[in-house]
C-alpha cells in the first residue's frame, strides 16, 4: 500500500496514463491548429479547422508579388513583405475549403498556388476570404493592408 493510503491495480494505472496522453495530445493539437506568423501547415483533404495568427505589413505592392492588378475572386491590393505571410500544403484534393481573415482593421488577402492567385477584399463585410475546390499542392498566402508598412493583428480561419 502507497503512504497515501490509495492503492492502484495494473489496470487502474494503464488507464490513468492514457487519459494523461490524450490530454497531451490534444495540448498539443491546439498548439498546432493555433500558429503564428510566418506559419506553414500541411493539411489532409478531412483536416480540422486551423487557425493561424498574424500581423500585417509590408511594403512590396501585392499586384507585383503576383503579377496581376485582379483575379476572379477580386483586387490584388495592399502591402505585404515580398515572403508570404503563411504556407499551406494541401494533401489532397478538397471539394470545399474556405479562407478568411479576421482582422479589426482593414486587410486584403492573396493567395498562390496551384492553378493562378486569387485576391479578396471584403469577402464578409470588409474582412477578405476565398472559398471553393482546392486543388492538391502548396498555397502560399499574403494578408496585406492598405497603407505601406502599416501592421494590423489578423487571424486566418481555413475550414472545410
Not at 53 to 73: C, D, F, H
Not at 104 to 111: S, W
Amino acid at each position: 500500500m502507497m503512504a497515501t493510503g490509495i492503492n492502484f491495480n495494473q489496470s487502474q494505472w494503464k488507464r490513468g496514463l492514457m487519459a494523461i496522453a490524450a490530454v497531451a495530445t490534444t495540448l498539443n493539437v491546439w498548439a498546432y491548429i493555433a500558429q503564428s506568423q510566418p506559419a506553414s501547415v500541411n493539411l489532409s483533404p478531412q483536416f480540422s479547422p486551423v487557425e493561424l495568427r498574424g500581423s500585417t505589413g509590408g511594403s512590396t505592392p501585392v499586384n507585383e508579388i503576383v503579377g496581376r492588378a485582379a483575379t476572379p475572386t477580386g483586387s490584388c491590393t495592399g502591402f505585404a513583405n515580398a515572403a508570404p505571410s503563411h504556407t499551406v500544403i494541401l494533401k489532397g484534393f478538397t471539394e470545399s475549403l474556405s479562407i478568411l481573415v479576421e482582422s479589426a482593421e482593414d486587410t486584403a488577402l492573396t493567395i498562390r498556388g496551384p492553378g493562378g492567385a486569387w485576391c479578396n477584399d471584403d469577402f464578409v463585410g470588409k474582412n477578405p476570404g476565398v472559398a471553393g475546390q482546392w486543388l492538391a499542392g502548396k498555397y502560399e498566402i499574403w494578408v496585406s493592408s492598405y497603407a505601406k508598412n502599416r501592421t494590423a493583428p489578423y487571424v486566418l480561419r481555413i475550414r472545410r
